[in-house]
């Protein structure tokens, strides 16, 4: 069994920045990739960010390449998302998850993943 914590949703302005946070605990942590999807309301939940176990490859949805920023470190049991040039687009509850052992990479599909944080909210105002 894996726990993760989701933190540091909050309000933002358009244009600006927030980092995400998400610590596990439980089982073996570092043997799994882990992703960052996210749900907006009446939407369903969408791949956003992917990395490996090792933190050598990542892997972005089209819509945040380029803004977003997935890593991790191991030693404290922790993935983050640092989330830049926030638009209102990316207004959703964040959740972070711990892929499926042996799954394929990238891992991007939601039924890959095996544990699943508890979310944090993330709105971006104009």
């Known amino acids: 069994q894996v726990q993760l914590v989701e933190s540091g949703g909050e309000l933002v302005q358009a244009g600006g920045s927030l980092r995400l946070s998400c610590a596990a605990s439980g089982r073996t942590f570092n043997n799994h990739a882990m992703g960052w999807f996210r749900q907006a309301p009446g939407k369903e939940r969408e791949f956003v960010a992917a990395?490996?176990?090792?933190?050598?490859?990542?892997y972005y949805a089209d819509s945040v390449k380029g803004r977003f920023t997935i890593s991790r470190d191991n030693a404290k049991n922790t993935v983050y998302l640092q989330m830049n040039s926030l638009k209102l687009e990316d207004t959703a509850v964040y959740y972070c998850?711990?892929?499926?052992?042996?799954?394929?990479?990238?891992?991007?599909?939601?039924?890959?993943?095996?544990?699943w944080g508890q979310g944090t909210q993330v709105t971006v105002s104009s």
């Open positions: 990395i490996t176990w090792s933190g050598g490859s990542t």
């Open positions: 998850a711990t892929a499926q052992y042996g799954s394929s990479w990238p891992t991007v599909r939601p039924y890959e993943y095996a544990y």
